[in-house]
């Protein structure tokens, strides 16, 4: 017995005898899980047979293999393709035993190495399963350049049966093999509880917890337990709903729920009776592509009864999605636009009547259609990915290094698409992002190279030579266009340390060698060269040595204080925040004095860091890099020698750019406007603040826009020029003399809405003692807040207050007002009402009075009733006929003089019209339909004739009155059934005795007689005649049950006697089915031509499965030649395809091989 495969599965090829013996597995595969495989082109030339691997199980003496190992490759098929060798396509193992699948791949034609996935079901890659369990081996032959997998399966489970895939792919080329696993359970003479067999075996040592019926063959002491009361599960499950499956096996112990599904299943298919309510159920299974449309249908034995669909046990109503349909005892319900959502169980119910299917929607493969391009690029450079795929709204997953690439929180890398496009874009690239970058879906994958280089380093101002004296300071300064470059200081080729007299500095793009005291050791060839670069800069420092004959001296020190530049008033000094400090202030005196600055009661001594103090002969520098606040204060400079002492006191006054505005909120918004208030900064800077900036941004974007290039001075601001429904975000910039500050905190999301305008069309409807009814149409201008309803107030004429009618919005375009004062005159006004606000008041132009209006009964009758109605038989009738009349009228309706039978005919009247509705109208609905409008004394009638028809009988009685020459008369009478209507005319047709091909002759012939003319001499005709009328022909036609033969004159003929030869053969094809290689989306087709009498009966096969009317296939018969028409086929269409042949005397058979290959790559 063949392995069951569900009807989603593409059928395989004929199993080997030994797999065509074995037993059906305990649980056919799930039908979703292995999608047709695509055969791939034939190779150039045959590959040769792999040898066998090396890890192949031991053969025993007998040459048998081991019990517990499964010969799954037994029965392997070799195709023309990259397999040399495939897994058999069917296997069977016992539960616990283990299994190998084996393939080979002929390598010889390919330019890379092949990459193997093994899948189970649809896209399930068991490369992420590897383990104890799934062992995976690769071997290959260098002599015969042939790779050999293996799949290894250790003690299977009854989960691992199903089917399974085996994909191999290098390049441009692809092939694949599906295969299935069946688990049978193994024997045991020990007869089990039914629910131990579901449960999972804590006796197995490693394997605990798992559901491994191996250890139930483990030899176990017989535990003896007190008896309980045994529970039938499966009689309970029978009767239970399907929700409460699964509490019944938490209840009782079941862990395999598949294995009880299935079982159940089988028990509910042999227990199943036949349906009273169903004459035809659901299939058990259907397949449809992802984005077609599938039709479920039933056949119901009584047409009026209820019917209801499910999906997953929930009711399916109509929509454009669900589509239910009636014709005659066929209930179909058709889903458009399959997606995988819609992959599940369906039931149509009949009061206590069920049949159940499953739809599987078929997902095809994601291929990509253009490939990624090698990117070449700088460091800092803007790199752009482009991969173009197959389908819109594909799922692409972007890998680098074989890791999967995720937006961070810095959004180094970013993902976009655009229909088939995809893009990984890289903002700012670094020399960490060289690789190899992967697009991946789940039909291929592409990948290119992305190569980083250094920027080329410029050189903007070079080290110059320098000749100093002793104990002067020497400084080697250089500048280079990267501010993060680092480099070293070199002596004479040896690298200069810092410490001591050598200091080095690195401050934005300037590199400094300081040298203090500068001795003649110093004097040499200094190099500064950048990390990373092939670069260096070099300069000489010249000593030179002068003698100067010293005669001791003293001089009072004296501070020289520079007034100009930053100084703005006396001894006051203003710097920027974050501006550089230096103060240079020349120091006489003999010998050389002490400097001290001060600070507060801080000394400041400080030779290096931010704030510092640097000395040279005559000149006392103090340095702040980068001020801040704390800066400010006063200073304090001493120089005493032992000649006297000097003081000179200085403030710095450090300003800055204010602090952020506080507190934005938004205080109104218009329709495309929103006036935004701010409370001024807490410190202006030490500046006055001068005015503000605006900016704003659409919430989640990251794009900010200005809306002042002008300073505003005030703290309020109308934004304009907003779109209408889009949320946005606004902050704002103080601006003083000294810069802008740093954007306030954002104000909180809102969006631009304007109230709506007034209602329109406000009329009254109706009016009676009491209430007045109102009817208006929405407001011409609703804007993206739309409307929340409706207000209505009215007041009584000369007053000037509005009353409600209601405290909650009327959704409604129409409201009665109730309650009102009897005889008063009363306006009222509507507004319309949204998140903005209410709208103006739509006001009646005139007061209304409130009393009864009599108006008297009026039935207007609409055009086409006014004359005869005429429908056909079967054809659905629906009257909807207007009338008038206050108070409401009293409505009845009479046929022929008779009430209706309201079990054949429908009437619904409401306050303004009355409906007559027949389903599905018959003969006898014929007649004359009086519609009575009625108001007390007051009455008004009108007079429907309907008249139902069909196609007439045949006529009847037709003669051949006369023959002669070569024309016969013919004559009939009118049929006896006309169809209710009159006959417009009648066909004649003639037919030769030897052909009986019929030819009409004449066409819409009035009378009832005719003359056939033009027949040929020598043949016997016979006519025949169909009636006409409004519905068309009759079925059938009156017949001539004599024969007008055309006599030859003055001529005999002496016929020979022959034999009749018989024509009779079996079914032979002249011309036999050819193998094609086609590309896919192409339309193809396949020939071959077929003789046999009696004529043969054409049968065309796919895989060996009868093709039926499949919308993807056109079969065509033409004389004997016979021709498959495939509409753009898929990969999934290839396969062997046969045609056969069959009539009483035998039968022939012809197939062939089609292969669809892919549209390469642009």
Same mark, same amino acid.
């Given at each position: 017995?063949?392995?069951?495969?569900?009807?989603?599965?593409?059928?395989?090829?004929?199993?080997?005898?030994?797999?065509?013996?074995?037993?059906?597995?305990?649980?056919?595969?799930?039908?979703?899980?292995?999608?047709?495989?695509?055969?791939?082109?034939?190779?150039?030339?045959?590959?040769?047979?792999?040898?066998?691997?090396?890890?192949?199980?031991?053969?025993?003496?007998?040459?048998?293999?081991?019990?517990?190992?499964?010969?799954?490759?037994?029965?392997?098929?070799?195709?023309?393709?990259?397999?040399?060798?495939?897994?058999?396509?069917?296997?069977?193992?016992?539960?616990?035993?283990?299994?190998?699948?084996?393939?080979?791949?002929?390598?010889?034609?390919?330019?890379?190495?092949?990459?193997?996935?093994?899948?189970?079901?649809?896209?399930?890659?068991?490369?992420?399963?590897?383990?104890?369990?799934?062992?995976?081996?690769?071997?290959?032959?260098?002599?015969? =350049?042939?790779?050999?997998?293996?799949?290894?399966?250790?003690? %299977?489970?009854?989960?691992?049966?199903?089917?399974?895939?085996?994909?191999?792919?290098?390049?441009?080329?692809?092939?694949?093999?599906?295969?299935?696993?069946?688990?049978?359970?193994?024997?045991?003479?020990?007869?089990?509880?039914?629910?131990?067999?579901?449960?999972?075996?804590?006796?197995?040592?490693?394997?605990?917890?798992? #559901?491994?019926?191996?250890?139930?063959?483990? =030899?176990?002491?017989?535990?003896?337990?007190?008896?309980?009361?045994?529970?039938?599960?499966?009689?309970?499950?029978?009767?239970?709903?399907? /929700?409460?499956?699964?509490?019944?096996?938490?209840?009782?112990?079941?862990?395999?729920?598949?294995?009880?599904?299935?079982?159940?299943?089988?028990?509910?298919?042999?227990?199943?009776?036949?349906?009273?309510?169903?004459?035809?159920?659901?299939?058990?299974?259907?397949?449809?592509?992802?984005?077609?449309?599938?039709?479920?249908?039933?056949?119901?034995?009584?047409?009026?009864?209820?019917?209801?669909?499910?999906?997953?046990?929930?009711?399916?109503?109509?929509?454009?999605?669900?589509?239910?349909?009636?014709?005659?005892?066929?209930?179909?319900?058709?889903?458009?636009?399959?997606?995988?959502?819609?992959?599940?169980?369906?039931? /149509?119910?009949?009061?206590?009547?069920?049949?159940?299917?499953? %739809?599987?929607?078929?997902?095809?493969?994601?291929?990509?259609?253009?490939?990624?391009?090698?990117?070449?690029?700088?460091?800092?450079?803007?790199?752009?990915?482009?991969?173009?795929?197959?389908?819109?709204?594909?799922?692409?997953?972007?890998?680098?290094?074989?890791?999967?690439?995720?937006?961070?929180?810095?959004?180094?890398?970013?993902?976009?698409?655009?229909?088939?496009?995809?893009?990984?874009?890289?903002?700012?690239?670094?020399?960490?992002?060289?690789?190899?970058?992967?697009?991946?879906?789940?039909?291929?994958?592409?990948?290119?190279?992305?190569?980083?280089?250094?920027?080329?380093?410029?050189?903007?101002?070079?080290?110059?030579?320098?000749?100093? =004296?002793?104990?002067?300071?020497?400084?080697?300064?250089?500048?280079?266009?990267?501010?993060?470059?680092?480099?070293?200081?070199?002596?004479?080729?040896?690298?200069?340390?810092?410490?001591?007299?050598?200091?080095?500095?690195?401050?934005?793009?300037?590199?400094?060698?300081?040298?203090?005291?500068?001795?003649?050791?110093?004097?040499?060839?200094?190099?500064?060269?950048?990390?990373?670069?092939?670069?260096?800069?070099?300069?000489?420092?010249?000593?030179?040595?002068?003698?100067?004959?010293?005669?001791?001296?003293?001089?009072?020190?004296?501070?020289?204080?520079?007034?100009?530049?930053?100084?703005?008033?006396?001894?006051?000094?203003?710097?920027? @925040?974050?501006?550089?400090?230096? #103060?240079?202030?020349?120091?006489?005196?003999?010998?050389?004095?002490?400097?001290?600055?001060?600070?507060?009661?801080?000394?400041?001594?400080?030779?290096?860091?931010?704030?510092?103090?640097?000395?040279?002969?005559?000149?006392?520098?103090?340095? $702040?890099?980068?001020?801040?606040?704390?800066?400010?204060?006063?200073?304090?400079?001493?120089?005493?020698?032992?000649?006297?002492?000097?003081?000179?006191?200085?403030?710095?006054?450090?300003?800055?750019?204010?602090?952020?505005?506080?507190?934005?909120?938004?205080?109104?918004?218009?329709?495309?406007?929103?006036?935004?208030?701010?409370?001024?900064?807490?410190?202006?800077?030490?500046?006055?603040?001068?005015?503000?900036?605006?900016?704003?941004?659409?919430?989640?974007?990251?794009?900010?826009?200005?809306?002042?290039?002008?300073?505003?001075?005030?703290?309020?601001?109308?934004?304009?020029?907003?779109?209408?429904?889009?949320?946005?975000?606004?902050?704002?910039? @103080?601006?003083?003399?000294?810069?802008?500050?740093?954007?306030?905190?954002?104000?909180?999301?809102?969006?631009?809405?304007?109230?709506?305008?007034?209602?329109?069309?406000?009329?009254?409807?109706?009016?009676?003692?009491?209430?007045?009814?109102?009817?208006?149409?929405?407001?011409?201008?609703?804007?993206?807040?739309?409307?929340?309803?409706?207000?209505?107030?009215?007041?009584?004429?000369?007053?000037?207050?509005?009353?409600?009618?209601?405290?909650?919005?009327?959704?409604?375009?129409?409201?009665?007002?109730?309650?009102?004062?009897?005889?008063?005159?009363?306006?009222?006004?509507?507004? @319309?009402?949204?998140?903005?606000?209410?709208?103006?008041?739509?006001?009646?132009?005139?007061?209304?009075?409130?009393?009864? $209006?009599?108006?008297?009964?009026?039935?207007?009758?609409?055009?086409?009733?006014?004359?005869?109605?005429? =429908?056909?038989?079967?054809?659905?009738?629906?009257?909807?006929?207007?009338?008038?009349?206050?108070?409401?009228?009293?409505?009845?309706?009479?046929?022929?003089?008779?009430?209706?039978?309201?079990?054949?005919?429908?009437?619904?009247?409401?306050?303004?019209?009355?409906?007559?509705?027949?389903?599905?109208?018959?003969?006898?609905?014929?007649?004359?339909?009086?519609?009575?409008?009625?108001?007390?004394?007051?009455?008004?009638?009108?007079?429907?004739?309907?008249?139902?028809?069909?196609?007439?009988?045949?006529?009847?009685?037709?003669?051949?009155?006369?023959?002669?020459?070569?024309?016969?008369?013919?004559?009939?009478?009118?049929?006896?059934?006309?169809?209710?209507?009159? $006959?417009?005319?009648?066909?004649?047709?003639?037919?030769?005795?030897?052909?009986?091909?019929?030819?009409?002759?004449?066409?819409?012939?009035?009378?009832?007689?005719?003359?056939?003319?033009?027949?040929?001499?020598?043949?016997?005709?016979?006519?025949?005649?169909?009636?006409?009328?409004?519905?068309?022909?009759?079925?059938?036609?009156?017949?001539?049950?004599?024969?007008?033969?055309?006599?030859?004159?003055?001529?005999?003929?002496?016929?020979?006697?022959?034999?009749?030869?018989?024509?009779?053969?079996?079914?032979?094809?002249?011309?036999?089915?050819?193998?094609?290689?086609?590309?896919?989306?192409?339309?193809?087709?396949?020939?071959?031509?077929?003789?046999?009498?009696?004529?043969?009966?054409?049968?065309?096969?796919?895989?060996?499965?009868?093709?039926?009317?499949?919308?993807?296939?056109?079969?065509?018969?033409?004389?004997?030649? #016979?021709?498959?028409?495939?509409?753009?086929?898929?990969?999934?269409?290839?396969?062997?395809?046969?045609?056969?042949?069959?009539?009483?005397?035998?039968?022939?058979?012809?197939?062939?091989?089609?292969?669809?290959?892919?549209?390469?790559?642009?």
């Amino acid at each position: 017995m063949p392995v069951p495969t569900k009807p989603a599965k593409k059928p395989a090829a004929k199993a080997p005898p030994a797999a065509a013996k074995a037993p059906p597995p305990a649980e056919a595969p799930p039908p979703t899980e292995a999608p047709p495989p695509t055969e791939a082109p034939p190779p150039k030339a045959p590959a040769p047979e792999a040898p066998p691997p090396a890890d192949a199980p031991p053969l025993n003496q007998e040459g048998e293999l081991p019990d517990d190992e499964t010969p799954a490759n037994e029965g392997k098929t070799e195709l023309a393709g990259l397999f040399v060798e495939k897994p058999a396509e069917s296997a069977t193992a016992l539960a616990g035993s283990d299994i190998t699948f084996t393939a080979r791949v002929d390598s010889s034609s390919l330019t890379r190495k092949p990459v193997m996935k093994w899948l189970k079901g649809k896209w399930l890659d068991l490369g992420s399963k590897a383990g104890k369990h799934l062992q995976f081996k690769e071997t290959y032959d260098r002599n015969t =350049k042939i790779y050999t997998y293996e799949m290894k399966i250790v003690k %299977v489970l009854d989960s691992d049966a199903g089917g399974y895939r085996c994909e191999v792919s290098s390049k441009d080329k692809f092939d694949s093999s599906s295969f299935d696993l069946a688990v049978e359970a193994p024997r045991t003479e020990e007869k089990d509880n039914i629910l131990a067999a579901f449960k999972r075996s804590g006796d197995a040592g490693e394997d605990a917890g798992d #559901l491994d019926f191996s250890a139930l063959l483990k =030899k176990r002491e017989v535990k003896h337990e007190e008896p309980k009361e045994e529970v039938d599960v499966w009689e309970i499950l029978k009767t239970a709903k399907p /929700c409460d499956f699964e509490k019944i096996a938490f209840q009782y112990g079941i862990t395999d729920l598949r294995g009880m599904l299935k079982r159940l299943k089988k028990m509910k298919k042999v227990e199943e009776k036949k349906s009273e309510a169903f004459l035809k159920k659901l299939d058990s299974a259907y397949s449809v592509d992802k984005g077609n449309k599938i039709k479920l249908s039933v056949e119901i034995s009584n047409p009026d009864a209820v019917i209801k669909w499910l999906r997953n046990g929930q009711e399916i109503k109509p929509s454009a999605k669900y589509i239910f349909e009636q014709v005659g005892l066929k209930r179909i319900m058709t889903i458009n636009r399959c997606t995988l959502a819609d992959d599940a169980a369906y039931e /149509c119910v009949i009061g206590e009547d069920k049949c159940f299917t499953e %739809v599987f929607v078929k997902e095809p493969p994601v291929l990509i259609t253009r490939l990624l391009d090698d990117q070449h690029v700088v460091v800092g450079d803007r790199v752009e990915f482009e991969v173009e795929v197959s389908e819109e709204g594909a799922n692409v997953k972007w890998m680098k290094d074989g890791v999967e690439l995720t937006r961070e929180e810095t959004f180094k890398y970013r993902f976009k698409k655009d229909g088939r496009k995809h893009w990984l874009i890289i903002n700012e690239t670094t020399k960490e992002d060289i690789g190899m970058y992967y697009a991946q879906t789940n039909g291929g994958e592409s990948k290119a190279e992305l190569m980083v280089e250094e920027k080329e380093l410029k050189v903007l101002q070079s080290i110059a030579d320098l000749t100093v =004296k002793a104990s002067d300071q020497a400084m080697f300064k250089c500048e280079v266009s990267d501010e993060k470059v680092t480099g070293r200081w070199f002596k004479d080729g040896v690298e200069v340390t810092s410490g001591g007299r050598f200091k080095m500095t690195h401050i934005g793009r300037v590199h400094k060698l300081i040298i203090d005291d500068v001795k003649p050791e110093d004097e040499g060839d200094y190099t500064f060269i950048p990390d990373g670069h092939a670069l260096s800069l070099s300069a000489k420092l010249n000593f030179l040595e002068i003698k100067i004959d010293y005669v001791p001296r003293q001089d009072p020190p004296k501070i020289h204080l520079d007034t100009t530049g930053n100084v703005v008033s006396q001894n006051t000094i203003i710097v920027v @925040a974050g501006n550089k400090l230096r #103060l240079d202030v020349e120091i006489t005196g003999e010998p050389a004095p002490t400097v001290t600055w001060v600070k507060g009661d801080k000394v400041i001594d400080e030779v290096e860091g931010r704030v510092r103090v640097e000395s040279r002969k005559d000149l006392s520098c103090f340095v $702040i890099e980068g001020t801040e606040r704390e800066d400010e204060g006063k200073y304090t400079i001493t120089v005493v020698n032992p000649a006297g002492e000097d003081k000179a006191v200085l403030f710095v006054k450090i300003v800055d750019v204010p602090d952020p505005p506080e507190f934005v909120r938004l205080t109104a918004v218009g329709e495309d406007c929103a006036t935004v208030v701010w409370d001024p900064p807490k410190f202006d800077g030490g500046q006055p603040v001068t005015g503000y900036l605006m900016e704003r941004k659409k919430k989640g974007s990251q794009r900010w826009m200005k809306l002042n290039f002008e300073i505003h001075p005030e703290t309020t601001y109308e934004a304009t020029r907003m779109i209408e429904g889009v949320l946005y975000e606004m902050r704002v910039y @103080a601006v003083n003399g000294i810069g802008v500050s740093q954007p306030s905190v954002n104000s909180r999301p809102f969006m631009p809405i304007a109230i709506t305008s007034e209602p329109t069309h406000l009329t009254v409807d109706d009016v009676t003692d009491t209430t007045c009814t109102l009817k208006w149409r929405a407001p011409e201008k609703q804007g993206s807040g739309g409307i929340d309803g409706y207000l209505i107030e009215y007041r009584k004429e000369g007053e000037t207050e509005w009353i409600k009618t209601h405290t909650d919005l009327i959704e409604r375009n129409s409201f009665t007002v109730r309650g009102l004062p009897t005889g008063e005159k009363v306006n009222f006004r509507v507004r @319309a009402v949204n998140i903005a606000g209410k709208s103006q008041p739509a006001i009646l132009r005139e007061s209304v009075t409130v009393r009864e $209006i009599v108006q008297y009964p009026k039935i207007r009758l609409p055009r086409q009733l006014r004359t005869t109605y005429m =429908k056909k038989v079967g054809e659905k009738i629906n009257l909807v006929i207007p009338f008038e009349g206050k108070p409401r009228p009293k409505v009845s309706w009479l046929k022929d003089g008779q009430e209706l039978d309201m079990r054949k005919i429908g009437i619904r009247t409401s306050d303004f019209d009355t409906i007559l509705f027949i389903r599905s109208a018959e003969l006898e609905h014929t007649g004359k339909y009086e519609l009575s409008v009625q108001i007390e004394n007051m009455e008004d009638k009108a007079v429907v004739d309907i008249c139902v028809v069909e196609k007439p009988g045949p006529p009847l009685l037709v003669k051949i009155m006369d023959v002669w020459g070569f024309n016969a008369a013919l004559e009939w009478k009118p049929p006896k059934n006309s169809g209710n209507t009159e $006959i417009t005319g009648y066909t004649i047709q003639k037919a030769d005795k030897k052909t009986m091909e019929w030819f009409t002759v004449y066409e819409h012939n009035r009378r009832t007689s005719c003359t056939v003319s033009d027949l040929v001499m020598g043949n016997e005709y016979y006519f025949r005649v169909f009636s006409e009328n409004i519905c068309g022909v009759s079925d059938e036609a009156g017949y001539t049950k004599n024969t007008a033969a055309i006599q030859k004159t003055g001529l005999r003929i002496k016929t020979p006697e022959y034999k009749e030869k018989d024509m009779r053969g079996s079914p032979k094809f002249t011309q036999p089915l050819v193998d094609r290689s086609v590309v896919a989306g192409y339309t193809t087709a396949i020939t071959c031509s077929v003789r046999g009498f009696p004529k043969p009966k054409i049968q065309w096969m796919k895989n060996k499965m009868l093709i039926g009317e499949d919308p993807k296939f056109l079969m065509q018969n033409n004389q004997g030649v #016979l021709t498959l028409n495939i509409r753009r086929p898929s990969p999934y269409d290839g396969g062997k395809y046969s045609c056969r042949a069959v009539n009483d005397l035998g039968e022939d058979e012809v197939e062939c091989k089609l292969e669809v290959r892919a549209v390469p790559a642009q």
